[in-house]
Nanobody
């Protein structure tokens, strides 16, 4: 199984982007999907997660600006990012966890700059 993240790019401050992450291959019982990010010189941090029951968890730094959602039929997770700030610049990674697996995507770069 591979996770393919997409949707990153260059955006001006205040702009929006929507990231997507889809799993290829057969994958079952995904109990958590999440987005993480790593800025240059910093540790990777959790941005948002969504669990099998629909519960979401959003980092305080992006609360009110980012929204996570999932399409179970497509094994895809999305991250809608609004009101982007320069400090949101990072490589964004997706992650799918299940009872016997823990998959990471390859990362997609988001650059917020004027």
């Amino acid at each position: 199984v591979q996770l393919q993240a997409s949707g990153g790019g260059l955006v001006q401050p205040g702009g929006s982007l929507r990231l997507s992450c889809a799993a290829s291959g057969s994958i079952f019982n995904i109990y958590a999907m999440g987005w993480y990010r790593q800025a240059p010189g910093k540790q990777r941090e959790s941005v948002a997660g969504i669990f099998s029951g629909g519960t979401t968890n959003i980092a305080d730094s992006v609360k009110g600006r980012f929204t996570i959602s999932r399409d179970n039929a497509k094994n895809t997770v999305y991250l809608q990012m609004n009101s982007l700030k320069p400090e949101d610049t990072a490589v964004y990674y997706c992650r799918f966890r299940g009872p016997t697996y823990d998959y990471w995507g390859q990362g997609t770069l988001v650059t917020v700059s004027s």
